[in-house]
């Protein structure tokens, strides 16, 4: 795991989400690194994560890229802010089969209250598999 820019804070604050998340570790969801604003997660592929047609089911896909867009949502929130999904929308390119599928996320824009940003996967040979875009919005613990 390569973390780039962020204060001890953020990366403390990586660490906790990445141990309270157990869906991510069912699923196989690896942090690769992170900046503010930016993250990259992976995924192998194994006979779990298939559908039918022996090719990785989409919410799997939709599980990395919901994870990888929240890593770079965590760096630029508050301590006392968290933050949630509000819209996914996904445009799978080409079907994954084997190997490790990589996925990055950038902040498109970061305001007060929602925080959009892209995703990319790619497949084991690095070929675009996926696209999307989300939305986040900032909420004030209580």
Known sequence: MKFSGLSEYQEQRLQTALK????????????????????????????????????VHGGAIASLIDSVTAFAVIPLLKEDETATTVDLTITYVRPLTEGVVRSTAKVLRAGNRIVALSAEVFDHTGNLAATALTTYLRMTRR
């Open 20 to 55: 309270n998340v157990p869906f991510a570790r069912l699923v196989g969801i690896e942090l690769e690194s992170a900046e503010p604003g930016s993250a990259t997660m992976t995924l192998q592929v194994r006979e779990e994560l298939l559908q039918n047609n022996r090719v």
